[in-house]
């Protein structure tokens, strides 16, 4: 059973960092692409990143291009995105996610996998 248990958020005055965490479980996502989304009340789930777990090529939105790094740590089979210069639009509901192959897409349902979410909150 796979499993995507994300942890890290909370609330950052604008300007702060954040460091969230995805632990995977249930199956090697070696041949997976792991992204993060975000949502905000009232609006549609957004791309934010996304990396090849074998290999590391990293993919991101240009809102967050230059702030944030996503990241894996193969020993903890753990994808992290780091989260610096946060603006109040950055608040959202953050998902990890899981597809199975390493073609790259932003489209959320092409994605298999779901965490329950971390909510970021950012304070002006």
């Known amino acids: 059973q796979v499993q995507l248990v994300e942890s890290g958020g909370g609330l950052v005055q604008a300007g702060g960092s954040l460091r969230l965490s995805c632990a995977t479980s249930?199956?090697?996502?070696?041949?997976?692409?792991m992204g993060w989304f975000r949502q905000a009340p009232g609006k549609e789930r957004e791309f934010v990143a996304a990396?090849?777990?074998?290999?590391?090529?990293?993919y991101y939105a240009d809102s967050v291009k230059g702030r944030f790094t996503i990241s894996r740590e193969n020993a903890k089979n753990t994808v992290y995105l780091q989260m610096n210069s946060l603006k109040p639009e950055d608040t959202a509901v953050y998902y990890c996610?899981?597809?199975?192959?390493?073609?790259?897409?932003?489209?959320?349902?092409?994605?298999?996998?779901w965490g329950q979410g971390t909510q970021v909150t950012v304070s002006s």
């Open positions: 990396i090849r777990w074998s290999g590391g090529n990293t």
């Open positions: 249930g199956r090697t996502f070696s041949t997976y692409v």
């Open positions: 996610a899981a597809k199975p192959n390493l073609y790259i897409t932003y489209q959320p349902d092409r994605y298999d996998y």
